[in-house]
């Protein structure tokens, strides 16, 4: 509802501040205008109690009205550009990778030269893994932030992560960093002065006298890392306090509680919106809101700060699109993209961490009825929003879907998890993978899965074995697993390394500082000399970078893969098959899997549930044609082959 009072409020503020509401800025100004009301009432919704509610309201106003002032020209013709994409992230035309700066390339300046490899596959999206300063041995990959404004040395400097920025701009290409929302490095100044008893920093995380109020927080919430950081609160000697810290003992969780941290941290994410972030990642937005008695993770509060955070950047740097990074069970997944009046007004895109699961799932075992089971939750994202679509990423698998999915299939879900653990960890005899379990949980079993996608799909054992027969079947896995991950609607998000087939890495033994994360397996180092040979005919790392490129291009060519809300799963014929049918006006594409090592039968009549269909079938990935065969009649599918069919 419209507010005149708040209305007046806005344009006092702005227009002290110089900004010309009737002229050059009226954009801005009917933005904010229009989100005035949301923004009052998400904002009061948390602060309302605070004491300097008020006054810090006006602080948010102003906070957004110097976004606006300082972003840059470039920027803001690059916001209309997308204005005028309409929703431009849904496109089919957008790949991305996602990398470690100093593994991918040593740093910053060498990251520009390697403009023309992103090109050559297809990716024209990057995800910088966290480049701000964090300390050496207590950084967590990058996610113990001690500085969000300054780039860690040893990546280089501010300048040089501009350059980058300037240069994928040039070269139409889109920009994801991480904003680190949940807890700062313990050596990050808000903690330094915390620790050296200042309150007012005390008070931007959540500290203690002693345990009693741990202890109480401690019984509702679990361990998230309970191997290397049992608990979540840990002891801080120079205060004489316990403080929250939910990840590492090192990570300080932040206190949302507090309107100023809000603040500043909204002021850090008008930082890297300036900067030229594209898509900002936010880290582990589930857990930022903290109330006893609760596990602590995606409570309502949680979201209305997400909520509030869009309606912000809508109004003052509407081109930076956000991810919330919420690996969390299904049906809180789809919350993060908002709910009710809010929907598709929180998260613009959240991973689709339940499909990747499920992946890993149907490609162990054969059977894709888990899968399928678990459709109906994830189909209810709204027109609007979008997946970021991967088989890999920096982090574990974690087998996250819901015990029902799995005993709808048929299978015991205690039992079913244990196969899948045993199966990737290598440890089940029939297994060919290689990776390891991550974070045991002493007292549940619990566990995730660490692993590359290469080793995961057999490769390294077959290497190692010297077999080119399972060599042979392990890339067809893993390109099977790509293309069901970019085809399913979404940004698909490759994990660098995978496009060449990188197998695990187990040097993170030798160095103490990752010893203890065995994440680190699947994070490689670039041997440049390794991905050369992507231009050697016959080479492994040839047949999976051309089969990656040929995939992205595939569905850069089709406007049916862009994510329109468009897929509708094919009904199950065959446990060992899976299919979806993408659809854009005039346009049908079918895309069957194949999830096991033999060959396997699907009946014609399949393909013809959703409407007509003509008589052949052009499949994008072999350019071959299908002659669609009666309902008696069966199509034959490969070992692990994926089809990628187009009436014609
Ligand atoms: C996210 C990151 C993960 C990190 C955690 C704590 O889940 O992806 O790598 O350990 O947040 O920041």
Redo the contacts with the bound molecule.
Sequence with gaps: MYDPQLHKAISTILQKKKIDIGNADNMFYTRFVANATAIKFLYYELYKQHPEADKLFNLLIETMAKAYIQRPAALKQRDEEKEKKGNWFLSNEITGMSLYVDRFCGNLKNLTEKLDYFKKLGVNFLHLMPVMESPAGES??G?AVSDFRKVDERFGAMKDLKTVQEKMSAANMYLMLDI?L??TSHKHEWAQKAKQGEKKYQDYFYMYDDRNIPDQFDKAMPDIFPETAPGNFTYVEKCNKWVMTV?HNY?WDLNYANPLVFIEMLDTIFFYANLGVDILRI??PAFIWKQLGTTCQNLPQAHTILRLIKQAVQVATPGMALLG?A?VAPKEIMKYFGTGLYAAKECDFAYNATHMALQWDALATGDTRVMLAAQHEILQKPFGTSWITYTRC??DIGLGYDDYMIQYAGYNAYEHRKFLKEYYSGVHELSPAKGALFSVNPKTQDARISGSLASLCGLEKAIDNNDAVAIDSSIKKILLMQAHSFFIGGVPMLFYGDEIGYTNDYSYLNDAGKSYDNRWMHRPVIDWSKNAKADEAGTIEQKVFSGTQQLISIRKKLEVASDYKNLTWLQPHNIHVVGYLRTHNESKLYCIYNFTGEPAFLTWFAFKQHGRITERLYDHWKNEYHQVGFDHEYFVLEPYRFYLLEPV
């Design positions: 967590d990959g996610y680190v949940n807890h990840f990570q880290d582990a990074e690996i920096h982090d």
